[in-house]
């Protein structure tokens, strides 16, 4: 099915990401917003990922993020 194929495809990049911090250190993990809806989690190697757990979208230290969306640095 090419719409199961394109979701596929477009999660890929994840897998890279994770391939990159599977074996760094977490050196922290913090909540951004009040609501403790917004996290962020840095690895060793200077990599992070800020995610919205939030069903709103939410603005965080310069970073947009709409609802359920992530944002990897790094």
Same mark, same amino acid.
């Given at each position: $099915?090419?719409?199961? #194929?394109?979701?596929?495809?477009?999660?890929?990049?994840?897998?890279?990401?994770? /391939? =990159?911090?599977? @074996?760094?250190?977490?050196? $922290?993990?913090?909540? #951004?917003?009040?609501?403790?809806?917004?996290?962020?989690?840095?690895?060793?190697? /200077? =990599?992070?990922? @800020?995610?919205?757990?939030? $069903?709103?979208?939410?603005?965080?230290?310069?970073?947009?993020?709409?609802?359920?969306?992530?944002?990897?640095?790094?």
């Amino acid at each position: $099915n090419n719409i199961q #194929l394109e979701a596929i495809k477009a999660t890929m990049h994840v897998d890279d990401w994770f /391939g =990159k911090i599977a @074996t760094a250190e977490m050196t $922290n993990h913090e909540f #951004l917003t009040e609501d403790f809806m917004v996290e962020r989690t840095t690895f060793a190697n /200077g =990599k992070s990922i @800020t995610i919205n757990f939030s $069903n709103e979208q939410k603005s965080v230290q310069g970073i947009s993020l709409k609802a359920y969306e992530y944002k990897i640095l790094g």
